[in-house]
């Protein structure tokens, strides 16, 4: 019972870090249609660069911020090459992307070597019903709900979560009432960039982050963001959650090699779910529209 405790706790907590990079993908895929390959380089640059200004002597908390806004700031350059230019098509967008994705490794390497870092995170340990695990997790777990739920507050309550909104749901009609749409693509990316940073400066503490470690959580986030299709922040969340219990348990009970197996698994499932469900509800709407 213990071991089960810990491996959803500890699955729970890499989950998360596996939705916020998914919301970060489907912040900007809701606006821009275009999926960001360079979505989990914003959480390495931001893990380096928060171990960088741990080690320069910064406190916890200061270091990390500027970290976060370091993943803005690569977000919103990535999203100025790739969108800047109006009318880029959404699949030379991604196309570039995934260049500076690549590149962005040269960068890594040049700045920061290929040698793991981490850095330490919440002291101490807890014990759940005989389960002990770092407190840490307990940090990641909440920052994840509090940022989930602040993405709420901001896509309903403020304008430009509503001029976000409007882009998504008919970016032609936001242009008509004067939203500019390149802009808010922009903003998205930064969104992205925010996230993603974020994402990496949680995990590092409980796990060793190299130039390449991007791979492990774009495919883990893009497996949490298929789940709602690439657009519904929430389902991202459920999908992340559950794709990090799956490997934790797997890691636990099976082979810890088979992880990223469990999430291209996972991915394939829900599309070929997704597919089949699309001819039965166009079915379902001429039907409707029939009657």
């Given at each position: 019972m213990?071991?089960?405790?810990?491996?959803?706790?500890t699955?729970?907590?890499?989950g998360?870090?596996?939705?916020?990079?998914?919301?970060?993908?489907v912040?900007?895929?809701?606006v821009?249609?275009?999926v960001?390959?360079a979505?989990?380089?914003f959480?390495v640059?931001?893990?380096l660069?928060?171990?960088?200004?741990?080690?320069?002597?910064?406190?916890?908390?200061?270091?990390?911020?500027?970290?976060?806004?370091?993943?803005a700031?690569?977000?919103l350059?990535?999203?100025?090459?790739?969108i800047g230019?109006?009318?880029?098509?959404?699949?030379?967008?991604?196309?570039?992307?995934?260049?500076?994705?690549?590149f962005?490794?040269?960068v890594e390497?040049?700045?920061?070597?290929?040698?793991?870092?981490?850095f330490?995170?919440?002291?101490?340990?807890?014990?759940v019903?005989?389960?002990?695990?770092?407190?840490?997790?307990?940090l990641?777990?909440?920052?994840?709900?509090?940022v989930?739920?602040g993405?709420?507050?901001?896509f309903?309550?403020?304008?430009?979560?509503r001029?976000?909104?409007?882009?998504?749901?008919n970016?032609?009609?936001?242009?008509?009432?004067?939203?500019?749409?390149?802009?808010?693509?922009?903003?998205s990316?930064?969104l992205?960039?925010?996230?993603?940073?974020?994402?990496g400066?949680?995990?590092?503490p409980?796990?060793?982050?190299?130039?390449?470690?991007?791979?492990?959580?774009?495919?883990?986030?893009?497996?949490?963001?298929?789940?709602?299709?690439?657009v519904?922040?929430?389902?991202?969340?459920?999908?992340?959650?559950?794709?990090?219990?799956?490997?934790?348990?797997?890691?636990g009970?099976?082979n810890a090699?088979?992880?990223?197996?469990?999430?291209?698994?996972?991915?394939?499932?829900?599309?070929?779910?997704?597919?089949?469900?699309?001819?039965?509800?166009?079915?379902e709407?001429m039907?409707?529209?029939?009657a």
């Amino acid at each position: 019972m213990s071991e089960l405790v810990q491996y959803l706790i500890t699955g729970v907590g890499g989950g998360c870090a596996f939705a916020l990079v998914g919301s970060g993908l489907v912040a900007i895929y809701r606006v821009t249609r275009v999926v960001n390959f360079a979505q989990g380089g914003f959480a390495v640059i931001a893990a380096l660069t928060a171990s960088t200004l741990l080690a320069a002597g910064l406190p916890h908390g200061l270091a990390e911020g500027l970290a976060v806004a370091v993943g803005a700031g690569t977000g919103l350059l990535v999203g100025l090459v790739a969108i800047g230019k109006p009318g880029t098509p959404p699949g030379a967008a991604l196309i570039v992307t995934l260049g500076l994705g690549v590149f962005a490794y040269a960068v890594e390497v040049l700045i920061w070597g290929d040698q793991p870092r981490s850095f330490p995170g919440v002291p101490g340990a807890v014990e759940v019903f005989g389960a002990r695990f770092q407190a840490h997790y307990l940090l990641i777990i909440g920052a994840t709900l509090a940022v989930f739920a602040g993405m709420g507050l901001l896509f309903t309550r403020t304008d430009v979560g509503r001029a976000l909104s409007a882009c998504a749901s008919n970016p032609y009609a936001a242009k008509v009432v004067g939203i500019s749409v390149t802009r808010m693509g922009l903003v998205s990316f930064a969104l992205g960039g925010a996230l993603g940073g974020l994402a990496g400066v949680l995990v590092t503490p409980i796990q060793l982050v190299t130039f390449d470690y991007d791979v492990t959580l774009i495919v883990g986030g893009f497996a949490a963001a298929i789940l709602g299709g690439l657009v519904r922040p929430a389902l991202t969340l459920a999908g992340g959650l559950l794709l990090g219990v799956a490997q934790a348990l797997v890691a636990g009970y099976g082979n810890a090699a088979y992880q990223m197996e469990v999430a291209l698994v996972l991915m394939l499932a829900v599309m070929i779910w997704q597919a089949a469900r699309k001819p039965i509800a166009q079915e379902e709407s001429m039907e409707g529209q029939a009657a």
